[in-house]
């Protein structure tokens, strides 16, 4: 099956499954780019917690965030982890915005085109490619599709990637397969695929409904059959 049409029906199969995730925006884009940055390296639980607790300390202040002494914010974000890159990252995101804009609104981000949007956010200090993904195809629908660790690995499974590719790969192979509109969606769908079916270790592939497109199930393209995660069978070169 040619490349597109099989992601495709990885895409139609996905929302068979886990349904039809409808885009609805964000609240403000700061907000979710600060709670983007906490989720670094870490469960949503935890940077969900941190994200409250900084919000619990300086409420919707986001100029008394930046101009706090750095422990009270590392106090703040501790359930996150890395407390100590986030805090200055944080702080030096906020100062940048600051200084660019007069405030903290960056609504003027939905005008731009997906390209011009990750240029700006890319250029603040502590903002990598993935999470001014996240903030542009979470807050305003952009034409960007974030790679997180669930995608990149089903999408080196299913042969849509490379089994080496780098998350910039994986994004750069689903944006040239499929439209802009199938990515809020579809990035949604992979993660719930790999939290509930295609996990890291333990595959459950007996209930996927991807086996038909996935190389790693066939044991087709660069995955042979005694290297699927969890068999412990050492591969044979
Ligand atoms: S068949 Fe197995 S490895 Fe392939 S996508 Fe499904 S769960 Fe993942």
């Known amino acids: 099956m040619e490349q597109r049409e099989r992601a495709w029906t990885i895409y139609n199969r996905l929302i068979e499954r886990f ?6 925006g964000c609240g403000e884009p700061v907000d979710e780019l600060i709670a983007t940055i906490l989720s670094a390296n870490t469960n949503d639980a935890n940077s969900g917690r941190a994200f409250d607790q900084l ?7 986001w100029d008394a965030v930046r101009l706090a002494p750095l422990e009270a914010i590392k106090e703040a974000i501790r359930p996150a982890g890395m407390y100590n890159q986030k805090a200055p990252a944080i702080v030096n995101t906020l100062e940048r915005i600051k200084a660019d804009r007069g405030n ?7 005008t731009m085109d997906a390209a011009a949007a990750l240029a700006y956010l890319t250029r603040l200090p502590g903002v990598g490619h993935k999470t001014a993904s996240i903030v ?5 629908n952009g034409a960007t599709f974030p790679v997180d660790t669930h995608i990149q690995r089903i999408s080196q499974r299913l042969g849509i990637s ?4 780098s998350p910039a790969a994986v994004k750069a192979d689903w944006e040239s ?3 802009p509109e199938t990515f809020y969606a579809l990035h949604i769908n992979l993660i719930r695929h790999g939290r509930r079916i295609c996990q890291a270790l333990n595959p459950r592939c007996d209930s996927c409904p991807l086996q038909s497109e996935c190389d ?3 044991g087709a393209g660069a995955w042979r059959q005694n290297e699927r995660p969890g068999d412990t069978t050492p591969a044979r070169i």
Do not use: T, V
Not at 55 to 61: I, S, T
């Open 19 to 24: 349904g039809r995730p409808e885009f609805d």
């Open 55 to 61: 919000k619990a300390r300086f409420g919707d202040d």
């Open 104 to 110: 903290y609104d960056l609504s003027h981000l939905a």
């Open 136 to 140: 542009i195809l979470f807050c305003f």
């Open 162 to 165: 490379s089994r080496k590719a």
């Open 177 to 179: 397969l499929l439209p």
């Open 216 to 218: 790693f199930f066939r």
